[in-house]
Nanobody, 122 residues
Framework: VQLQASGGGLVQAGGSLRLSCAASGRTFSSYVMAWFRQAPGKEREFVAAISSSGGRTYYADFVKGRFTISRDNAQNAVYLQMNSLKPEDTAVYFC????????????????WGQGTQVTVSS
């Protein structure tokens, strides 16, 4: 599967953005999907994950209550709605796909998008 992330940009603190990750291929609904992010000088970190059906979601503690991950299997897409953004959310955001929730939450998935830059100004 090939992944294309989009939707990043510059936003003021307290604002919102919606990231999208478009996937190619006919088996998108078989994949567990996740979002990671990487800030300058820092390691890539887990943000959120969603099961193949969309019935289960997991979030990093630092985004709980602010971010929502969702997917549309008919559109081969996964989304990350980000609200109440903070300057520390500034990072490149990546989408990831694999068959196992355990694999994607560890960032060990086989498929990654190219990343989209999110910048939150104070």
């Amino acid at each position: 599967v090939q992944l294309q992330a989009s939707g990043g940009g510059l936003v003021q603190a307290g604002g919102s953005l919606r990231l999208s990750c478009a996937a190619s291929g006919r088996t998108f609904s078989s994949y567990v999907m996740a979002w990671f992010r990487q800030a300058p000088g820092k390691e890539r970190e887990f943000v959120a994950a969603i099961s193949s059906s969309g019935g289960r979601t997991y979030y990093a503690d630092f985004v709980k209550g602010r971010f929502t991950i969702s997917r549309d299997n008919a559109q081969n897409a996964v989304y990350l709605q980000m609200n109440s953004l903070k300057p520390e959310d500034t990072a490149v955001y990546f989408c990831e796909a694999d068959y196992s929730m355990g694999t994607v939450t560890l960032g060990m998935g086989d498929y990654w998008g190219q990343g989209t830059q999110v910048t939150v100004s104070s």
